[in-house]
């Protein structure tokens, strides 16, 4: 089945940098378009970067120029490199399809915290 496993989360200050890692398994990791998801306290979820299977890649507004997604097929594995960290980048991030819902699989997400 499918198992998405995110790390790299931790504290940072203002203007600090973190690079989060997911490992995934249980898909054709190398045909799926993979995406980066943000959930902060009170608010839904919201999709902040996004990587097609051939490495196209998009960002949200809120991030662009700030984050940047990559991937490894060899490893199954895709990555967050975030920048220039504001406290509003403050929540819990999970890797997944760019699509997935609250009814599909998600992993437990990582931490980031952002303090000002």
């Known amino acids: 089945q499918v198992q998405l496993v995110e790390s790299g989360g931790g504290l940072v200050q203002a203007g600090g940098s973190l690079r989060l890692s997911c490992a995934a398994s249980?898909?054709?990791?190398?045909?799926?378009?993979m995406a980066w998801h943000r959930q902060a306290p009170g608010k839904q979820r919201e999709s902040v970067a996004a990587?097609?299977?051939?490495?196209?890649?998009t960002y949200a507004d809120s991030v662009k120029g700030r984050f940047t997604i990559s991937r490894d097929n060899a490893k199954n594995r895709v990555y967050l490199q975030m920048y220039n960290l504001k406290p509003e980048d403050t929540a819990v991030y999970y890797c997944n399809r760019p699509y997935a819902g609250p009814n599909d699989y998600w992993g437990q997400g990582t931490q980031v915290t952002v303090s000002s």
């Open positions: 249980g898909i054709m990791f190398s045909f799926n378009d």
């Open positions: 990587i097609t299977s051939i490495g196209t890649t």
